[in-house]
């Protein structure tokens, strides 16, 4: 068991600069979220979805697409880069009768 | 009222000393306060979490303490270790109203424990 996994690890961007990045969970979750975290401000959600081809918007959606084209697939799509954007991103997901969210590693963004 | 307030920001403990971090919460419609830990370079990954039903819910050296009327929760982490040194985040969520039960984070205390 994998858990959640995220990729790519680190990435470097220019403004303008369009990406996205891949949450894979293997647990079977219905539920999936993308958080930013950035120094003192915490964990914030950016999108989440509760089951494959539906997404809702987070507390800090602006800038962000998320796609959930298979249950075990979340992904956060950046389409024109700013420096406001660097950040920490993690993914998370969790079983729909239960409240614990699993997290993965993170994937550290830096647009320049 | 969707903010949880987490002090400290920072926390320097002797080695078995006791850790106490504070959250405090608005919404009263909360019903599940769970509390992260997450050390550089990883993911958060869940500690210990409490419903407002109880008032303290003990693991190990971990124990939340749960105050509802003054819509406060706190982690006690007893006999401290430096390998409990990591960022702490208190949470809180809500199963209805379209929340899906998502979490709401404070902003984390870096806990340092000094040997």
């Known amino acids: 068991n994998a858990g959640v996994t995220q990729t790519p690890k680190f990435r470097v961007l220019k403004t303008g600069q369009s990406m996205t990045l891949l949450c894979a969970q293997d647990?079977?979750?219905?539920?999936m979220y993308w958080y930013r975290q950035d120094p003192g401000m915490g964990l914030r959600l950016i999108h989440y979805?509760?089951?494959?081809?539906?997404?809702a918007k987070g507390e800090v959606p602006d800038g962000y697409n998320v796609s959930r084209l298979k249950k075990q697939n979340f992904l956060l799509g950046l389409e024109s880069a700013a420096p406001s954007q660097t950040s920490v991103y993690f993914c998370?997901?969790?079983?729909?009768?239960?409240?614990?969210?699993?997290f993965g590693p993170g994937t550290r963004l830096t647009v320049l | 009222q969707q903010q949880v307030k987490q002090s400290p920001q920072s926390l320097i403990v002797q080695k078995g000393g006791i850790s106490i971090i504070n959250c405090a919460y608005e919404?009263?419609?909360?019903?599940?306060f769970p509390w992260y830990q997450q050390f550089p370079g990883k993911g958060p990954a869940l500690l210990i979490a409490?419903?407002?039903?109880?008032s303290e819910k003990k693991e190990g050296r971990f124990t939340i303490s749960f105050n509802k009327s003054a819509k406060q929760f706190s982690l006690h982490i007893m006999d401290s270790q430096p390998g409990d040194s990591a960022t702490y985040f208190c949470?809180?969520?809500?199963?209805?109203?379209?929340?899906?039960?998502?979490?709401?984070f404070g902003k984390g205390t870096k806990l340092s424990v000094k040997p």
């Open positions: 409490i419903r407002p039903d109880v």
């Open positions: 949470a809180a969520s809500m199963n209805y109203g379209g929340s899906q039960g998502n979490l709401i």
């Open positions: 979805s509760v089951g494959e081809g539906t997404t």
């Open positions: 998370a997901s969790r079983f729909w009768k239960e409240d614990t969210q699993y």
């Open positions: 647990m079977n979750h219905e539920y």
């Open positions: 919404n009263t419609a909360f019903d599940y």
